[in-house]
């Protein structure tokens, strides 16, 4: 089953503005994580945050993480053609002892040149 | 480039069948995962070993198994196969044994087509 649900679905911006995409998930965690695909490309780590911490920045990448909510959410600022890929959220979830990578079912980004 | 290889890139194959996907972790990743990535269930965790004992398992179908070698290269067996099958398998690795707390290195995936 899924962890995380991103939303929306897709986005499409304008080269140069923001975008926001959030992350909502059931259980508790330990930490979450952001992901980004290239169309038919393997995952890349982006960022990540422990639910002890609320605010996290990586370059042009902001993390926030509300536990009470159960919601993160990543702004890209100043976003590129580049940026175009689907963003995913993962949570990590215990199965016994040993702890697994959730991953939702990701946020197709489009950035208008 | 992760550092992740997977073979091989493309498979198409029948009903029925039988084919065998290859990983190799980063150097010095001792955690191997399988992931099944289809358009309708999106990024499913399938199976986690980490250095040869299997460690976490997840959605994996009692049609499909995986084994990691002494040299820490993963095999992801899938036999019988059907339509739904179809899909794109991704290995990833990482250090340590637990597959929540750190960063997971994927690998570009095999994308499996059952005609």
């Known amino acids: 089953s899924q962890q995380g649900e991103e939303d929306p679905q897709a986005l499409s911006i304008q080269e140069g503005e923001n975008a926001t995409m959030n992350c909502s998930y059931k259980t508790s965690i330990n930490n979450l994580q952001w992901y980004r695909q290239n169309s038919g490309r393997g995952l890349v780590h982006l960022i990540l945050i422990r639910s002890n911490e609320r605010e996290k920045h990586s370059g042009r990448l902001r993390v926030t993480l509300d536990t009470s909510k159960k919601s993160s959410s990543l702004l890209i600022t100043a976003s590129r053609a580049a940026d175009t890929a689907s963003y995913f959220c993962a949570t990590d979830g215990y199965i016994g002892a040993n702890s697994k990578l959730t991953f939702g079912k990701g946020i197709t980004l489009s950035v208008r040149p | 480039d992760s550092g992740v290889t997977q073979t091989p890139k493309h498979l198409i194959t029948a009903t029925g069948q039988r084919v065998t996907l290859r990983c190799s972790p980063r150097?010095?990743?001792?955690?191997v995962y399988w992931y099944q990535q289809s358009l309708d269930q999106g990024l499913q965790f399938l199976i986690q070993y980490y250095n040869g004992e299997e460690r976490a398992k997840g959605n994996i179908l009692e049609r499909f198994s995986a084994q990691q070698f002494p040299d820490l290269h993963s095999e992801l067996n899938l036999s019988s196969l059907e339509l739904g099958d179809s899909a794109l398998y991704f290995c990833?690795?990482?250090?340590?044994?637990?597959?929540?707390?750190?960063?997971?290195?994927f690998g570009e995936g095999s994308r499996l087509t059952v005609l």
């Open positions: 150097s010095g990743d001792l955690s």
């Open positions: 990833a690795s990482s250090v340590g044994p637990s597959g929540g707390t750190g960063e997971l290195f």
